[in-house]
């Protein structure tokens, strides 16, 4: 079964780069590993998706190493709204193709 | 024009009630999945269904029976509740693998 780790929480101030590591292992080889965001009283919401190396979109950069053992979900110069829960998502190794298990989520509180 | 809609938001009952939870799409998806978020916000997937086909079946209890009617609804039906199902349960759907839109929650709660 594929294992997720996510620091708990984390502090940031206004305007910093933030950066946030899942090590996932035995995750499916052929599944996109994903992020999503999780405000209080909401569903969460896709952030970013990526297989290897570095994908970038208008929000956040995501970069996975080779080996897919981990990935790191950056987010450039966060503000007071960027205080959330940020899981990360991937496949199972040993259902592939089926059984998605997300990570235990990081909460993420950015002061002024 | 909301995507993935669930209802009701909450739910409270008495241990031993049967309820239901309903769920609707309209982004045309093929796959939809419950999931269940429990007060560590631990967000754990229960079923997944594709084309009404039931696809993943965690170690849920038979308790809980999910029905998809059809590709656009997945309906999660919960028999004898107990204290241990309260939680927040969220609906979700997806075309593409991974990238799923999921519904504001259902909050219940369990007496």
């Not at chain 2, 809609?5 to 982004?27: A, F, H, R, W």
């Not at chain 2, 079946?57 to 059809?70: G, I, L, M, Y």
């Amino acid at each position: 079964l594929a294992k997720t780790t996510q620091p708990i929480s984390m502090d940031s101030y206004e305007g910093q780069e933030v950066n946030i590591t899942c090590s996932h292992n035995n995750i499916a080889t052929n599944d996109y590993i994903t992020w999503y965001q999780q405000f209080p009283s909401q569903g969460p919401r896709f952030i970013i998706q990526g297989y290897k190396t570095k994908v970038t979109n208008e929000v956040a950069s995501l970069f996975i190493p080779a080996d897919r053992k981990s990935s790191t979900l950056s987010l450039p110069r966060v503000s007071l709204s960027d205080t959330a829960v940020y899981y990360c998502l991937v496949g199972d190794g040993d259902n592939q193709g089926g059984k998605l298990i997300f990570g235990q989520g990081t909460e993420l509180s950015v002061k002024p | 024009d909301t995507a993935v809609s669930q209802t009701p938001k909450y739910l409270v009952t008495q241990m031993g009630n049967d309820k239901s939870i309903k769920c609707e799409q309209n982004l045309g998806h093929d796959t939809m999945y419950w999931y269940k978020q429990d007060s560590k916000k631990f967000l754990k997937i229960m079923f997944s269904y594709n084309n009404k086909e039931l696809i993943i079946n965690e170690t849920v209890p038979n308790r809980f029976s999910p029905k998809s009617p059809d590709k656009a609804h997945l309906n999660l039906h919960i028999n004898s509740l107990e204290l241990g199902d309260s939680a927040v349960y969220f609906c979700a759907s997806s075309q593409v693998a991974d990238t799923q839109y999921f519904g504001p929650g259902t909050r219940l709660t369990v007496l």
